[in-house]
């Protein structure tokens, strides 16, 4: 089954009215130019000398005249053409009146019945009468031209105008089409073996291909097909991939679309392309719809909405198609958000979305798996240790050890190697972990020490306390924004961390800046610091709010803004009073950690 680009046809329909109208302007100017042509052609043939019209009593006098001018006089039709003695062309015209007949005007050839000696004297005296038809073909087509041609010119312009007209109609009732891409059998299939990492992920897609691929082995059971999967995860973790990766394996159309190119500036356009995505779809299936960024369509519902918006039609629609009174379509939706916060509650129940599938970030065993399906087909050196290099890339995506990946085949062959040394391989992580060198920054030699001393003060924080990741590296070339990095990477994968471990976070961001005291005087701070206390802020915040990590906070969580609560004096989702509360324990945390930050 060939696949279908609706977008592509869209242009395809206004691309082939634009065709056509240069076709049917460049056919009229033709046809314009050829009767210019004719016009100038008859133009020209019908060139000769100039010729007096005479009235034709005047030609018949002066005919019957045995003395008379006249030599020879051409008949053809209603025109006589007059030759005069001594002249080899007509210079005179005249033309028959109504009265009848040459003859019956008076008008007679003497000579016609005379031959020999007594023709050749008969024409000396009196005009030769010569009769021809009247075959003008070049006044013919002319008249035939100037005929036709204004009823050509108008019946082209009103096609031009007619074609104008569907060309616009076809634009916009395409308007409310879906611009959904369709991925078929002829184009290149994804595979699960494609797809590195995240295995448990992959084992509920499978039943979802077994499903497509073998229904009947499930219905004898009286199990129904899932409608709906939900992807879930953060950015980069490879969730479209593993939707191709469905429909690369069951082998069925697949149709693409983000939830972005559902919204339009004008009510009731998303509805329509909801429609028309699943009418495509059921025509196709079994298929797979796959949508993309679905939260940009589907968030949260609530009463500051209403029916005439413009996002909530287009998700009653979804909600509709995908469990309505036609629930046997063979059509599966898959979508992909890294928001399910902000879904709405109606999208997420059994019957429209079954499943929900988590694709997390991959783990050490996942991180070494999609590094060599990266590395596969670029030259890389012996001494390239891809098992370090997943080891030290704890919370990067699988799109982060693409780009590592790619940076590292960059950085080879700016240095002119060969293959892909280790070197390269480190280069690539720093570069895509913390940004690239900096080396033409120009700083002098006291904010070289200032920065040295600042580095020193975080590596020693972190080297002397027991819960704090070990360092990694630490420089005072600049890279990205910081004017030096260092740099603490965990031993291993974790999964959550204690007051302990984010204390001892806190203790060491806060290094740097104790450093600049202990050396430079308390009044010497520097503005070197200010990420690190942004950093100290917002994680100090994180465990008040979030974790109930506080002292006279401790087990209490507070909504997130996202919830949509708000109170009238903080515009906060808590009091006043609970505000100041937070502070003091933000700032409890931060003295604590310039203090004593071993201490719970």
């Not at 077994?210 to 409608?227: H, M, Q, S, T, V």
């Not at 429909?247 to 679309?257: K, L, R, T």
Request: charged share 25%; aromatic share 6%.
């Amino acid at each position: 089954m060939a696949g279908e680009n609706p977008k592509n046809s869209v242009n395809g329909v206004n691309n082939g009215a634009a065709n056509r109208s240069n076709m049917m302007r460049s056919a009229l100017f033709t046809v314009l130019m050829i009767c210019l042509a004719a016009m100038l052609i008859v133009n020209w043939t019908n060139k000769g000398p100039t010729k007096v019209e005479v009235p034709i009593s005047e030609v018949i006098t002066r005919a019957n005249n045995p003395d008379g001018d006249i030599s020879k006089i051409t008949v053809t039709g209603d025109t006589l053409d007059i030759t005069l003695k001594g002249k080899d062309q007509p210079t005179e015209t005249s033309r028959k009146d109504a009265s009848g007949t040459l003859y019956d005007q008076g008008l007679v050839n003497y000579c016609e019945k005379l031959t020999g000696d007594e023709l050749k004297k008969c024409n000396e005296t009196y005009p030769t009468i010569e009769y021809k038809e009247n075959v003008n073909t070049w006044g013919i087509v002319l008249d035939v031209a100037l005929t036709v041609l204004p009823i050509v010119a108008i019946v082209i312009f009103f096609t031009w105008m007619m074609r104008q007209a569907t060309a616009a109609n076809n634009q916009s009732m395409s308007f409310g089409k879906a611009r959904a891409r369709m991925y078929g059998p002829d184009k290149k299939r994804v595979m699960f073996k494609d797809v590195a990492g995240n295995e448990a992920a992959k084992q509920d897609l499978v039943e979802i291909v077994d499903f497509l691929k073998n229904p009947k082995k499930y219905e004898k059971l009286g199990a129904k097909i899932p409608r709906g999967v939900l992807l879930a995860g953060a950015p980069g973790t490879g969730k479209t991939l593993m939707a191709r990766a469905v429909a690369g394996e069951a082998d069925v159309p697949f149709f693409s679309i983000s939830g972005s190119e559902f919204a339009e500036m004008f009510v009731g356009v998303g509805a329509s392309r909801v429609r028309d995505l699943f009418s495509k779809a059921k025509k196709n299936a079994p298929s797979i719809i796959f949508i993309d960024e679905i939260d940009a369509v589907a968030h949260k519902r609530d009463a500051r909405g209403g029916a005439g918006r413009e996002d909530e039609q287009t998700l009653n629609q979804i909600l509709v198609e995908m469990d309505g009174f036609d629930n046997d379509s063979g059509v599966i939706v898959m979508a992909a958000t890294n928001r399910v916060d902000m879904l709405d509650k109606a999208l997420l129940r059994p019957g429209r979305f079954d499943r929900h599938v988590n694709v997390t970030l991959p783990e050490r065993k996942d991180r070494l798996e999609i590094l060599k399906v990266h590395f596969k087909g670029k030259p890389v050196e012996a001494d390239v240790d891809l098992e370090s290099l997943a080891k030290k890339t704890v919370g990067s995506s699988g799109a982060d050890l693409a780009n590592i990946a790619n940076e590292a085949a960059i950085t080879a062959a700016r240095e002119g190697h060969k293959a892909i040394a280790n070197a390269d391989v480190t280069e690539a992580f720093e570069r895509v972990a913390i940004g690239p060198e900096r080396k033409s920054k120009v700083m002098t030699e006291k904010e070289r020490k200032i920065t040295a001393y600042h580095e020193a003060g975080h590596a020693i924080v972190g080297h002397v306390l027991p819960d704090s990741d070990p360092v990694h590296k630490v420089t005072i070339i600049p890279r990205g924004q910081t004017g030096g990095v260092t740099w603490f990477l965990p031993p291993e994968d974790r999964s959550y961390k204690n007051i302990y471990e984010l204390k001892d976070t806190l203790a060491r961001a806060m290094g740097g800046r104790i450093a600049e005291k202990l050396i430079f005087g308390t009044d010497a701070i520097t503005t070197g610091a200010s990420s690190d206390l942004r950093n100290v802020a917002e994680l100090a915040k994180s465990m008040i709010v979030e974790e109930g990590m506080g002292t006279n906070t401790r087990n209490l969580v507070y909504p997130g803004e996202e919830t949509g609560y708000y109170t009238i004096t903080t515009g906060k989702p808590y009091s006043e009073k609970t505000a100041e509360l937070i502070d003091v324990e933000v700032k409890n945390l931060s003295d604590e950690a310039a203090k004593e930050p071993s201490l719970c």
